[in-house]
């Protein structure tokens, strides 16, 4: 049993070769309870498109955790919102937005950027 009182799933468990594959059980999971710390344990630490430990992030609002994976994407875990996928494209322009943020803060304003001029 795990720390939660749940008990491991019987019979032949899925193959997880995809990053949505990974997200859908992870969700899967979550839906029956399991809690962050039992899926990392479980299962995310022991995975092998995982590319090292989960990362806090943060903005103004909220807290999450980000699971690397070696296709570039991450895994995305928030308490009250479950688990999500993130792009390689999401996170360059999540990046592009913070460098620009921090670019414009100590200069005069900065022309504002549309996604499309990110491709």
Known sequence: ??????????????????????????????????????????????????????IEVSDAARTWLEVPLSTGQRLAHRADDGFRLLSRVALALRERAKRDADDSSGSAAQPRRTASQFW
């Open 1 to 54: 049993m795990s720390e939660r009182g749940l008990k491991p799933a019987a019979g032949p468990q899925p193959r997880l070769e995809t990053p949505v594959e990974l997200l859908a059980e992870c969700v899967r999971r979550a839906s029956r309870g399991a809690d962050f710390a039992a899926i990392w344990r479980d299962l995310l630490s022991l995975h092998p498109l995982v590319d090292g430990p989960a």
